[in-house]
T-cell receptor, first 114, second 112 residues
Framework: NAGVTQTPKFQVLKTGQSMTLQCAQD?????MSWYRQDPGMGLRLIHY???????DQGEVPNGYNVSRSTTEDFPLRLLSAAPSQTSVYFC?????????????FGSGTQLSVL | GNSVTQMEGPVTLSEEAFLTINCTYT??????LFWYVQYPGEGLQLLLK?????DKGSNKGFEATYRKETTSFHLEKGSVQVSDSAVYFC???????????FGTGTRLQVFP
């Protein structure tokens, strides 16, 4: 059971570089999301998707793009990396959107921007 | 707006000690409440939840009761183990958006 798979686990970028964080789930979940985790701030929602072809902004979307061409994949793109984007990024999914839905998380990507 | 406040950590305990991690919330209406746990090097996973007032969520010896009168959802365990060492996040579901709002997390360290 793979669940939610994120790659890479670690990444170091220079300011201004671009990259894509990959996220895939094999549970046929409709809802997928990206969070960033920063010390003393908990998890903050970046972008989310309620189904293939549908994406929307979360709490902290600036500097990030997403797309959802398939149910399984939800990549997060950093267009021009900045030191403020140094963080741990988590992808999460659930069967559908709803107040009681259990979120399944990937193991995270630790990103450092120099 | 809706928010979750957790006690700051780290919480350091000896094995078999009693654990309480405090969580209070601010929200309109009656959101669902959750505790997620993050073990070292892993993503978060749901530990327990409660969906209405006076509900008690429980799992793996952990318990939390949804207290509307005190707007709290404190996490308790009667006897912690070294394997319980992790970061614990309290969260609520925003009634308007169904999105989860997380607290800042509380690190628990249990020593033998």
């Amino acid at each position: 059971n793979a669940g939610v798979t994120q790659t890479p686990k670690f990444q170091v970028l220079k300011t201004g570089q671009s990259m894509t964080l990959q996220c895939a789930q094999d549970m046929n979940h409709e809802y997928m999301s990206w969070y960033r985790q920063d010390p003393g701030m908990g998890l903050r929602l970046i972008h989310y998707s309620v189904g293939a072809g549908i994406t929307d902004q979360g709490e902290v979307p600036n500097g990030y793009n997403v797309s959802r061409s398939t149910t399984e994949d939800f990549p997060l793109r950093l267009l021009s990396a900045a030191p403020s984007q140094t963080s741990v990024y988590f992808c999460a999914s659930s069967f559908q959107t709803g107040r009681d839905e259990k979120l399944f998380f990937g193991s995270g990507t630790q990103l450092s921007v120099l | 707006g809706n928010s979750v406040t957790q006690m700051e950590g780290p919480v350091t305990l000896s094995e078999e000690a009693f654990l309480t991690i405090n969580c209070t919330y601010t929200a309109t209406g009656y959101p669902s409440l959750f505790w997620y746990v993050q073990y070292p090097g892993e993503g978060l996973q749901l530990l327990l939840k409660a969906t209405k007032a006076d509900d008690k969520g429980s799992n793996k010896g952990f318990e939390a009761t949804y207290r509307k009168e005190t707007t709290s959802f404190h996490l308790e365990k009667g006897s912690v183990q070294v394997s319980d060492s992790a970061v614990y996040f309290c969260a609520l579901s925003d009634l308007g958006t169904d999105k989860l709002i997380f607290g800042t997390g509380t690190r628990l360290q249990v020593f033998p």
